[in-house]
């Protein structure tokens, strides 16, 4: 018969110097990693440093509660965010972060009625062009923070004249929800030199500015325009505060 606290002790030593417990706003952040991961980006493989973490409403520092927990918790209901890092991201002086909310449709799919898909792909060669940086994925920003099923009834009012803004707002939701304050504290424990965003948001700056984070400057990130995204992007630009940058974006 198998001693199951056998078995966890040994998941503890093994886990328990790439688990580190952060302070949240509210409880703890498990954040669990490095772990290697070669991706194949369009056409090469490179190596990325994965990092996953779970917010957790308990405060322990206790790896073997952590641990016990997990099997009860029912985490697949649910979504975790991850971070990709590239290179040295703790030392090099110049870093580029990208902060990617979660697109079911535009990053699994490759959807074009949104430009995720593409920017994820490309914000993910900046970086890696870059030498280094972290490309974070934040999976409970799904359609903007209301979530995929909303997202979908949301595409529904958009095919029947909505714009992005006013169709979450016809659902009841405020046009923006999403949160940072998870990823920039786990941000703050791979790195504490400042960072150049990836965005062309410049709310998004300031918020994460706001929220604390060290910003040296910002980057833009525009491409993949088509027929099928178009109003989507325009309403960035228009209903939103994203910036259009010159010569990149809009045939006239
Ligand atoms: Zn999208």
Known sequence: MVNIQTVTNDAINVLKDKIQVLKATE???YLVGPIRLP??????TVIFQWYCWLNSKEETEDIGQ???NLSSANLAEYQQSSVLV??????DEEALIRMHSICHTGDIFGSKRCDCGFQLKQSMQMIVDNGSGALFYLANHEGRGIGLFSKAMAYILQEN???TVEANEKLGFVDDSRNYSDAIEV?????????TLITNNPKKLKALQDAGLSVSGRTPLWG???EYNESYLQTKINRSGHLEEAGTFLHD
């Open 27 to 29: 409880g703890s952040i």
């Open 39 to 44: 991706v194949n980006l369009h056409g090469e």
């Open 66 to 68: 952590i641990i016990d």
């Open 86 to 91: 590239y290179g040295d991201f703790q030392q």
């Open 161 to 163: 004249g909505s714009d």
């Open 187 to 195: 941000l703050k424990a791979l790195r504490s030199k400042p960072v």
């Open 224 to 226: 993949d325009v088509s």
